[in-house]
Nanobody, 124 residues
């Protein structure tokens, strides 16, 4: 089992920045990790993902150029730096992990393990 714990959410004004963190514990391994989000009355969507070696990185079109995903394998932690935030970025952000080959696969298949979510609210 792998446990994922997110942190770093909060309230920010449009144009501002936040950095989310996701710490993995338990039987950690060479998992691809990533972030999903779900806004009220909307489907969950994949935001970004990164393989263990960082040789494959994925961003959704809605965040490309504004968000950056990275990971520190020594700390079993993945980060999501979110810049130029917009009100439409408001959602609960979830960390996910799975043994998939590419970052895009995580978005397509979903995670084998999930965090509890952290709220991000962007005010206009």
């Amino acid at each position: 089992q792998v446990q994922l714990v997110e942190s770093g959410g909060g309230l920010v004004q449009a144009g501002g920045s936040l950095r989310l963190s996701c710490a993995a514990s338990g039987r950690t391994g060479t998992y691809t990790m990533g972030w999903f989000r779900q806004a009220p009355r909307k489907d969950r969507e994949s935001v970004a993902a990164i393989t263990w070696s960082a040789d494959s990185i994925y961003y959704s079109d809605s965040v490309k150029g504004r968000f950056a995903i990275s990971r520190d394998n020594a700390k079993n932690t993945v980060y999501l730096q979110m810049n130029s935030l917009k009100p439409e970025d408001t959602a609960v952000y979830y960390c996910a992990a799975s043994r998939v080959t590419t970052a895009q696969d995580l978005g397509l298949i979903g995670g084998a393990y999930w965090g509890q979510g952290t709220q991000v609210t962007v005010s206009s």
